[in-house]
């Protein structure tokens, strides 16, 4: 063994072990072929050693501190210019090292695994020695993120985080403004436990009801169900989870439900520690799972914010509907939905018409019925634009006289208002939505729409990030980055138009919305072979589509920016 002083990098692939459980052999291929592409020649270039490969990460030193943020640079940089970009995290130490053999131990690998946890998507951490040592020899911004006290390491550590170059890159990163201060929580799917399968919407409708109670608390961050329901039915590391969510605090449990019994099972774990913080078990008559669900919310706050405010508490509680059997109807239908076909749209719809008959006060209902008319709008499913508006706006605004204090029932109203063009009314009802719930993902996303259509680009962007801060992985983020290609649009920033637009395309390639406003923003460009390609991807996935559709299906609040939109269109090859 010896000692020996070194620049240490500790890099580490974002959702590794969900993207193993879904296509094991695909995953290992990229893996392959970025380190051949990226990641062997970043570390050759700047002189460095690999230490050792470990899955999902790695380990390399160097002598010289520059080569290491140099080397961090480099792969970073490299990843986001791949075809099909990985997410990586990676922390960079200076320190004292003691080496047996090929490996090395010590505080100053530690310290670089944990700024390797503290880093964003996409992002680089440095400590405070590092930060020092390079001073101005490195072309790259870094930004002063305060003292962290990490795990296992006696002393605070500086901690620098990389400021992206300029461009689209800071837009899609979601911001993350006072996380230090604020503790997360990640409520995650309950295990079915039930012997039929089909249950499995009460368990996801249980850890909903807990989600939607906890996010009214101004105390802490919720992470949308949409994000968290990503790791349902894996095998799952607790710390590796919190980190890639930037949350403190994970709930998980199971749910059985057996004839007219239900048992709830959850447990609270911290994160940075593995510690159980808080674990109950709930045996309840079906008629009481609303007590339940109550109970755990109040239990699990009591652990995290001891302080909690009894009006809030009781605010936090979900007004619940007396019928359970139109519940259910209502989780089911919410179940349908989320699979966004026409023929599973057209089923949840007949639930909730079900539920609302045994049911007529339900409020969530309603909303979630007006949303069934909204994704028939949006996708040409079926019926008139205008008839859809009008029918999506009543049973939004029945969902509002049922239930003031319902954050979700402003918030689908502030959609349907918005696609009906009457913009003030739908920024009244998502600003009520955010009142009601600070950390409503689609409160904030939605928003950004009708930020994007009426032009405010600025506040688009805002808004996005917020939302992505809330729910990084949420399937509709798709939405919420649209009004920012909307409004860079508007604005005649066509090159963020086309960078939002496909960035969102990597993602979600069939996503209509982003087609059109790529196809759109490359005609302005004068870019005509690409503007005409991607006017044919859209009308491969969205057949028959006309301008004259389009002009009521999108409502750009400015005429101008409107004509504007529709001409650029017809240059790309969308028919009239």
């Known amino acids: ?61 160097f002598a010289s501190v520059v080569d290491a943020v140099n080397c961090a640079l480099d792969i970073q940089r490299g990843a986001r210019a791949q075809s099909e970009p990985l997410e990586l995290r990676i922390g960079v130490n200076m320190g004292d090292v003691i080496a047996q053999g090929r490996d090395i131990y010590g505080d100053g690998v530690n310290i670089a695994a944990r700024l390797e946890g503290l880093a964003e998507p996409g992002g680089i951490c440095l400590s405070g020695i590092v930060h020092q040592s390079v001073g101005r020899r490195i072309e790259a911004t870094f930004a002063d993120a305060g003292e962290h006290q990490l795990k ?58 807990i989600i939607t109670a906890l996010s009214h608390f101004r105390e802490f961050r919720v992470i949308a169900r949409n994000t968290s329901f990503t790791y349902k039915g894996l095998a799952i590391n607790v710390g590796k989870v919190c980190r890639e969510l930037g949350v403190r605090y994970l709930l998980e449990g199971s749910v059985r439900k057996a004839d007219n019994r239900v048992r709830v099972t959850a447990q609270l774990i911290d994160g940075e520690t593995g510690a159980h913080i808080w674990a109950d078990r709930y045996d309840r008559e079906l008629d009481d799972i609303f007590a339940v669900q109550d109970e755990m919310t109040r239990a699990i706050v009591t652990a995290v914010a001891p302080q909690a405010l009894g009006a809030e508490l009781e605010r936090a509680r979900q007004k ?90 402003y918030a689908l109203a502030g959609m349907v208002e918005g696609f009906a063009r009457n913009f003030e009314v739908c920024e009244s009802h998502y600003h009520r939505a955010i009142q009601l719930n600070p950390n409503l993902a689609n409160a904030h996303g939605n928003l950004c729409t009708v930020q994007g259509l009426s032009g405010d680009y600025e506040g688009a962007r805002a808004s996005a990030n917020l939302a992505l801060d809330l729910s990084p992985l949420d ?63 859209l009308l491969e996935r969205m057949p028959g589509l006309t301008v004259s559709q389009v002009r009521t299906m999108v409502p750009v609040r400015a005429p101008e920016a409107h004509e504007r939109w529709l001409e650029a269109l017809r240059r790309a090859g969308v028919p009239d």
């Open 152 to 209: 296992n390491i006696a002393e605070p550590v500086r901690v620098f985080r990389w400021v992206p170059e300029g461009g689209i890159e800071r837009l899609l990163a979601p911001a993350r403004p006072g996380r230090s201060d604020k503790p997360g929580i990640a409520v995650l799917a309950l295990d079915n436990m039930s012997a039929d399968p089909e249950q499995e919407y009460f368990s996801d409708g249980i850890a909903e009801d």
């Open 475 to 537: 399937p509709m983020r798709c939405f919420w980055l649209g009004g920012v290609g909307i409004g860079a649009f508007v604005v005649e920033a066509y090159e963020d138009c086309v960078a939002v637009s496909r960035q969102v395309l990597k993602d979600f390639p069939g996503y209509a919305s982003s087609m059109r406003q790529e196809a759109a923003a490359l005609a302005m460009l004068g870019r005509e072979a690409e503007a005409h390609a991607s006017a044919e991807r």
């Open 320 to 409: 619940a509907p007396g019928n359970l059997d139109a519940w259910d109807k209502l989780l089911q239908a919410r179940w349908h939905m989320s699979r966004m076909t026409r023929a599973e749209n057209a089923a949840g719809r007949a639930l909730l018409e079900e539920a609302i008959a045994e049911a007529p006060d339900m409020s969530d209902a309603y909303a979630t019925l007006a949303l069934t008319r909204m994704w028939d709008m949006l996708h040409l499913w079926g019926g008139e634009t205008s008839d859809l508006i009008r029918r999506a706006s009543a049973e939004a605004q029945r969902a509002i006289e049922l239930d003031q204090t319902n954050a979700n029932a």
């Open 1 to 61: 063994m010896s000692r020996r002083l070194t620049a240490i990098l500790a890099a580490d692939v974002v959702g590794y072990s969900a993207m193993m459980s879904r296509d094991e052999s695909g995953t290992l291929a990229r893996l392959v072929a970025f380190r051949k592409a990226v990641l062997d020649p970043a570390i050759a270039a700047r002189n460095g050693r690999l230490v050792k490969l470990m899955g999902d990460g790695a380990l390399v030193e």
